[in-house]
């Protein structure tokens, strides 16, 4: 079955320091992944996809499948950045659905 | 563009009653997705509707139906609801529905409306 697993609920660091939100997904062709965000009162919205290989506000995410994760990181986080993020794969069929993880609360401190 | 906009924003209602959702897609949009996101989890997908037709389905009961007009606005609706329906349910709208390789469609989700069944 497809699955998405973001292990932290919760991840606290500091201003500056890097951040890593971990994503392991499970499924068994060729993924298709992204990164999603909500920052405080605002909408849910897409953050990067693992297709485009690009770098958004600093972050990047690179898709292992060896490992089946695909883990989003930024060298130095910024008070900004704090807000709920999600990890979401496009599930099997031709239409367009996503299944998500549970999400994880990133809570960057000054 | 406002974006994707859902109606209402909040609802109350008590067990067994109906419940009809509404969300309108970004202008250009024809495809039109529904999520329920229940307290601490992620968003869980329902239906999808491109040019008024389903597209897919989630694994809810048939109590969830919806549909898709000519504007290519939604409806979702819920019949005899259960406590277990409280959840935020969201709306996507993205330009076509075939999901298909290239990167996918991107989906633009609504602000979502907060059901509390009682």
């Known amino acids: 079955a497809q699955r998405v697993t973001q292990p932290e609920k919760l991840l606290s660091v500091f201003k500056g320091a890097p951040v890593e939100l971990k994503c392991n997904y499970s499924?068994?062709?060729?993924?298709?992944l992204f990164w999603y965000v909500q920052y405080s009162r605002q909408r849910l919205q897409l953050l990067l996809r693992?297709?485009s290989r690009e770098s958004i506000k600093g972050f990047t995410a690179d898709l292992n499948k060896g490992e089946t994760s695909f883990h989003l990181k930024k060298p130095f986080a910024q008070e900004e950045d704090s807000a709920m993020y999600y990890c979401?794969?496009?599930?099997?069929?031709?239409?367009?659905?996503?299944?998500f993880g549970a999400g994880t609360r990133l809570a960057v401190h000054p | 563009d406002a974006g994707v906009t859902q109606s209402p924003t909040h609802l109350i209602k008590t067990r067994g009653q109906h419940v009809t959702l509404r969300c309108s897609p970004i202008?250009?949009?024809?495809?039109v997705s529904w999520y329920q996101q229940v307290l601490g989890q992620g968003p869980q997908f329902i239906f999808q509707?491109?040019?008024?037709?389903?597209?897919g389905r989630g694994n809810f009961p048939d109590r969830f139906s919806a549909r898709q007009f000519p504007n290519y606005s939604s409806e979702l609706n819920v019949n005899a609801l259960l406590l277990g329906d409280s959840a935020l349910y969201l709306c996507?709208?993205?330009?076509?529905?075939?999901?298909?390789?290239?990167?996918?469609?991107?989906?633009?989700f609504g602000p979502g409306t907060r059901l509390l069944v009682l």
């Open positions: 996507a709208s993205s330009l076509a529905g075939s999901g298909g390789r290239g990167g996918g469609e991107t989906q633009y």
């Open positions: 499924y068994s062709g060729s993924p298709e």
């Open positions: 693992h297709i």
């Open positions: 979401a794969l496009k599930g099997p069929g031709g239409y367009n659905k996503l299944i």
């Open positions: 202008s250009g949009h024809k495809s």
């Open positions: 509707y491109y040019e008024k037709e389903e597209r």
